[in-house]
C-alpha cells in the first residue's frame, strides 16, 4: 500500500514538473521567436559568453534576456533536486521492501 502511494506520489509531481516548465517557459520561448533572438546552450550556460554573445548583440531585450536565463537555469536545478528526491525515495523504498 505504502509503495502504491510512493509511486502515485512520484508520477504527480514529475507530471506538476513537467506542467510547470512548459507554461513558464513557453511564454519566454513565444517571445524570443516573435524578436528573432536565437542563441545555443552554450551561451545560456556560461555567464561570460551570454554577456558578450547574446546581451551585447540584443541590448534593447537585457532584462529579458537575463530573466528568461535565470528562468531556465531554475528550471534545470529544480529539475536536478527532483530527480534526486525521485532516486532517494525509489532506493529507500526498495530497501523497506525487499
Request: aromatic share 14%; glycine share 4%; no cysteine.
Given at each position: ?55 551585447e ?16 537555469l ?7 533536486i ?11 523504498w ?5
Amino acid at each position: 500500500m505504502l509503495g502504491t502511494i510512493i509511486i502515485i506520489s512520484i508520477a504527480i509531481l514529475l507530471i506538476g514538473f513537467n506542467l510547470y516548465i512548459r507554461v513558464s517557459t513557453l511564454k519566454y520561448i513565444k517571445t524570443l521567436m516573435d524578436k528573432g533572438i536565437r542563441f545555443g546552450w552554450e551561451q545560456l550556460i556560461s555567464s561570460k559568453r551570454w554577456q558578450e554573445e547574446v546581451v551585447e548583440k540584443y541590448p534593447n531585450d537585457a532584462d529579458f534576456l537575463n530573466r528568461f536565463r535565470k528562468q531556465v537555469l531554475s528550471t534545470a536545478l529544480l529539475f536536478i533536486i527532483v530527480i534526486i528526491i525521485v532516486l532517494v525515495l525509489l532506493f529507500s523504498w526498495r530497501s523497506i521492501y525487499l
